[in-house]
């Protein structure tokens, strides 16, 4: 089992928008949140104005409290707790990849300082414009 | 006893960006730094917070009433609700998980309810008492918000795991589109709850 085809299940079994909603929180936002991560982190770390920062920052911030990989991997956890009594569970690779992911991810959001962005986003927009 | 200074941003006119947090003159309507709408409170507040929690109360009744989660084993079928899905960890003698899946799934939704319904009530009111303990309590339900979401991922994830042919399959019950709607909904009411509003009744007492 891949973490795509939990979302995909729940679509064979006509719940077509639970569906979504789960792909949606589990693989789509953190991967796009990600990426916003890293576009906005690093022309800041770079000291590089860029013309989407304001706009990327804006994204970040409101996205941000939706990223749900961190109840995820409780429930992943959870549900393994549930299938051992039933049957023998082989730990793929990917859910170590996984709780690692989750852990830095949930690490680098809670790093992240509002207010010192915004003031660097300012500063550099400032001095781009 | 005077706790503020008695010099406000709102007082002099001046909005503070709910994103950015940069203090901008009232009469813009959008945030010149990162372009988010601009209120000195949000509009409405209280009467959208209250709109969204009667919405999730009453998508509370068939998320808990309805089966969750449907367990198809040798010809037999099994459907089983949140809370019988937490009596059988418990029957299973898994306390720990038993505990996870009924605290998040019971306690947190539910005390997340009364709680934005109490803080509704208590701006419409109107009284200072304690409003640090209001601040606490919103930003616990404010935090505690996602974390509902564990029993419908579970489902989900058994779901897709368990599918043995004819031996055994899980199917997931409409309880869960409706519990993933009630935690979804809470969490957008916390979202449009202005506490500010729960300080502005300090301001209105000191005057």
Known sequence: ?129 | MRKSSGVTAAGCELASCHLCYKLADSSQHRCSRCGSALHIRNQGSTQNTLALLITASILYVPANLLPIMITNQLGGTEPATIIGGVLLLIKLGSMPVAAIIFIASVIVPLSKLFALYYLCWYVQRGSAVSARQRTVLYRVAEFVGKWSMVDVFVVSILVALVNLGGLMVIRPGPAALAFAGVVLITMVAAESFDPRLIWDQLEERDE
């Open chain 1, 1 to 129: 089992m891949t973490l795509p085809e939990t979302a995909l299940a729940l679509y064979r079994n006509d719940m077509q928008l639970l569906a979504l909603l789960v792909g949606g929180f589990i693989v789509v936002l953190p991967f796009v949140l990600l990426l916003l991560l890293l576009l906005l982190c690093a022309p800041l770390q770079a000291n590089r104005p860029m013309p989407w920062l304001g706009r990327v920052g804006w994204l970040v911030f409101t996205l941000q409290r939706w990223c749900m990989v961190d109840v995820f991997l409780i429930g992943a956890i959870v549900s393994m707790v549930k299938i051992a009594m039933l049957a023998t569970l082989v730990l793929g690779l990917s859910f170590w990849a996984y709780v690692g992911f989750t852990v830095m991810f949930t690490l680098s959001l809670s790093n992240l300082d509002r207010l010192r962005c915004w003031n660097m986003i300012e500063r550099l927009q400032g001095e781009g414009g």
